[in-house]
């Protein structure tokens, strides 16, 4: 299969892949069954903390004793998650399958109604149309 140019072969179109569920509903488990049959992947988490970024982010919202306004909280995960949009569309780039530890649905269930915020529930549903249109798994 050549390329557009017509020259090389095509790289196949790596996916991206997300496994969303409630804590303990086993998508960890899940990740770690697909990192033993896929090695190829890549696999990110929601505020992964290897990542020296989002390690510091987690602490400045969870354990700075900082009581942040609920707007303020959600736009620091959402920033979180569109960088994350970087990384993860750049090993899709290169060919590479990238796992990523909830995505879309978590932010509804977590930020909204988890936290009982429906005030914000039109924010968040402009915000996932938005991280639609620059990645969808």
Known sequence: ??????????????????LEGIDCCGKDSQQ???KQKFG?????????????????????IFE??????NMSEMLLF??????????????????INVVRNRWEISNLAYQIYGKEREDLREFAQMMLSKLEESLKP
């Open 40 to 60: 190829d992947f890549v696999f990110i988490g929601s505020l992964d903390e290897s990542r020296e970024w989002t390690n510091n982010l987690r602490k400045t």
């Open 1 to 18: 299969m050549e390329n557009k140019k017509g020259k090389g072969t095509l790289m196949p179109k790596a996916k991206f892949i997300v």
């Open 32 to 34: 770690e069954m697909l």
């Open 64 to 69: 700075s004793g900082h009581k942040w306004s």
């Open 78 to 95: 959402w920033a979180e998650k569109f960088e994350q949009v970087k990384e993860i569309q750049e090993n899709l780039d290169k060919g």
